[in-house]
């Protein structure tokens, strides 16, 4: 879970309209969104950089979407929230109160798509530093949960030398098209937008590149892509800490990034490493995952912990991250990625891992927006 300090504030959001609800709604409104979503309804209709909407009240401490109507509530958020949201509705029935909600993102822009006039918003990098560790299962199984709680979702495939997305999304005999020959329309699947270099070479043939000719390969890629407007660009980077991984940082504005290991200390040796590397390119790190963490035994329960324990929990607090998940070694995430059917598809229990894990990544790049839009003041005491 991410942890952060903040003023607390006395003011409600709309308060004349909120007292008009039954008091189950307000005590609803000021629950946490969720167990992986620290926030309340309330805070994120305080976020001073939502617009007011047409006919809504403006707040007293900002200017969030909020009214009440004939119609029942009526909620802007500045976050894709809809697992949560529809749990809020429900809730919010019982007390005989509906609920509708819209969407307005509040991230700024970090990456324009000339030839489409589309937007990114936030880019977020999913690395290992080590092959074999899960990282590519992590990037899908995260994209696909994104775009279940109704974000707007890209996924680049960065690993030029072998490309694992179209596999895992069932599109390993798929071509991109183009219209004018020269830009490329992602493939669509499960709510997201696919870019991979494997959409436009042969599937057994070999790319044979030097670092910086499959750096440029990448580049050409992102900026020759037809992406739609997306919340977050999820890139999956090949493992290590080379030339596409110092090109991305370098050229991209990165929102942050996600370290994937395992518990065993040959995984975690290069976790470290990329770690420090993010470190160095000032990229901040959002949390980390510990992929095969333990085997349970499907038929007596007995959980053994093939590659270790601890590990990733040791590590993450070393550098002071948040362990975004823990996952087991199940045949169901292999069976998914081979299939072309993401784990985090079905009504699996290590679905609503990655689900979880999702609305935390969520929620920690929210509040690095909200915090670069709104920081906080600095005290100087000096002898003056």
Known sequence: ?????????????????????????????????????AL??????????????????????GAPAFKLASGGLHMTLPVALNGPVQQLQAALAESGVSLHTS?????????????????????????SGKGGVGKSTTAV????AFGQNGARVGLLDADIYGPSVPLMLGEQHSKVSSADQTFLTPIHKYGIYLQSIGFLVDPEQATVWRGPMASQALWQLINETVWPDLDYLVIDLPPGTGDIQLTLSQKLKVAGAVIVTT?????LADAKKAITMFGQVNIPVLGLVENMSYYQCPQCGHADDVFGTGGGSALAMRYQL??????????AIRAGGDSGVPISMTDNQVAEIYKQMAEQLQFGLYWQTRL???PAVEILMTDD
Do not use: C
């Open 263 to 267: 518990p065993q200390d040959v995984a």
């Open 141 to 144: 199984n995260l994209a696909v």
């Open 372 to 374: 670069a839009a709104n």
């Open 1 to 37: 879970m991410f942890s952060f300090f903040r003023k607390k504030s006395t003011q409600v959001p709309q308060a004349d309209a909120l007292q008009q609800l039954p008091a189950g709604a307000q005590a609803l409104l000021a629950a946490p969104v969720s167990a992986s979503f």
């Open 322 to 331: 948040p362990v975004l998940g823990q996952l087991p070694l199940d045949s």
């Open 40 to 61: 309340s309804w309330l805070d994120l209709l305080a976020d001073p950089a939502m617009a007011t909407s047409e006919g809504a009240t403006p707040a007293q401490d």
């Open 103 to 127: 969407y307005r993102p509040t991230a700024a822009v970090s990456l324009h798509n000339e030839k489409s006039a589309s937007q990114v918003r936030q880019i977020v990098l999913v690395a």
